[in-house]
């Protein structure tokens, strides 16, 4: 889909920094990307902090999973 909008040029700067990315483009495409993931990524804590999952936060359990 093609669009017109306005674009803080510091924030597309700071963005195109931070993502490594290099054009508008791509900048634009990489961040929807990632604020879609941080919405599944919040669903998943959601999902798991709503059930009995002490161990997750018990560090002598959760040092041997790593």
Do not use: C, Y
Not at 13 to 40: C, P, Y
Not at 42 to 64: G, V, Y
């Amino acid at each position: 889909m093609r669009t017109v909008i306005d674009i803080d040029k510091e924030l597309l700067e700071k963005a195109q920094e931070e993502l490594g990315t290099k054009n508008m483009k791509e900048t634009v495409h990489v961040a929807l990307a990632e604020v879609a993931e941080r919405a599944r990524r919040r669903e998943a804590f959601e999902f798991w902090t709503s059930r009995d999952n002490t161990d997750l936060l018990d560090p002598e359990i959760m040092k041997q999973a790593w």
